[in-house]
Structures are given as C-alpha cells and as structure tokens.
C-alpha cells in the first residue's frame, strides 16, 4: 500500500521561500506521477504542480508559474516543491498526490486539472503567508 507523508509547511512572510517534501511508500516514483494540491478555506482544492514518472517532467498551475519549482529524489523516494516569492494568496493546506503509471503511459505528462485521477494522497501540511 502506498503512503505518502508531507513535511516542510510553516508561516513565512510574503516574499519568503518555503521548501515542502513529499516521501513515498510503498511504490518507487519511476512508476509514480506525483502532484501538489492546495485548499484555502472556502475553496475548491486545485492543482499547484505535478512530476511525471520515469521521465519526471514537470507541470505547473499558471499561478505558480516561475516561482514554483518540483523535482524529486529517485534514491530517497522523495518529491519537492520549492516555493518562492511566497504571496498571501498562496497561504493554503498543501497536498501531496499520486497515482501509478503503467510503463505503456510513461509518455504521458502527468496533469493537474482531475484530482480524481490520483488515487493517493498524505494528510497535507498547511502553508500560511502572512506578515
């Protein structure tokens, strides 16, 4: 069974960096498509980023574009989102997500617009941008 445990969250003045991980259980991420989702309150939860498997090619939402970045370490089984120029409107629970990609859809970059699509998800570590 797969598990994927959060970590990294916190409050950071608007401007600041924050770094969140994402470590993997179970599965190895070659065969994984790994996503961050966010909920603010009152809120639909929506697709931040997301890492494709075996190739990890990277997707983001245009909100995050050029201040987001994910990537991921093979060895420790573990994805990261650094995020930067942190704005109030960034402030959120942030979820890690995945679902496992069988070798003849390794072509496939991974999205962000079906959350249904990932069967797996941690319990989220919140992000609040505040001054």
């Known amino acids: 069974q797969l598990q994927l445990v959060e970590s990294g969250g916190g409050l950071v003045q608007p401007g600041g960096s924050l770094r969140l991980s994402c470590t993997a259980s179970g599965f190895t991420l070659d065969y994984l498509a790994i996503a961050w989702f966010r909920q603010a309150p009152g809120k639909e939860r929506e697709g931040v980023s997301c890492?494709?498997?075996?190739?990890?090619?990277?997707n983001y939402a245009d909100s995050v574009k050029g201040r987001f970045t994910i990537s991921r370490d093979i060895a420790k089984n573990t994805v990261f989102l650094q995020m930067n120029s942190l704005k109030p409107e960034d402030t959120a629970h942030y979820y890690c997500a995945a679902h496992w990609v069988p070798p003849n859809q390794f072509f496939r970059l991974c999205a962000l617009s079906d959350r249904m699509e990932y069967d797996y998800w941690g319990q989220g570590t919140q992000v609040t941008v505040s001054s």
């Open positions: 890492i494709s498997s075996n190739d990890g090619r990277p």
